[in-house]
């Protein structure tokens, strides 16, 4: 874990917790946490599904390209509106 990491989860008033299986700790999810800790559990990844390029570019929004040679800038975005905003974060 890195330290910027361990920052956080202390900061949020847990202790880190490591697990060798994700199986474990998500079974131990619920027990650590009322205990005080944060199951850490770190995996490998397939990536070779994984695409070469991502683009999140809204219907609404306008990039503007070639400005920058690997990189395309949104450059007129609306903003959302507070409603938005609220609905977004309570999905967090």
Not at 51 to 76: K, Q, T, Y
Not at 81 to 87: D, P, Q, S, V
């Amino acid at each position: 874990m890195r330290h910027s990491e361990q920052i956080v989860v202390r900061a949020s008033g847990f202790e880190p917790h490591w697990y060798e299986r994700f199986e474990d700790a998500t079974a131990g999810l619920r027990t650590d946490l009322a205990a005080g800790r944060c199951p850490r559990c770190f995996i490998s990844s397939d990536t070779s599904d994984e695409r070469e390029l991502e683009e999140f570019v809204a219907p609404d929004e306008h990039v503007a390209v070639l400005r920058f040679e690997a990189l395309d800038v949104i450059v007129e975005s609306p903003a959302p509106g507070f409603e938005a905003i609220g609905e977004a974060v309570r999905g967090l």
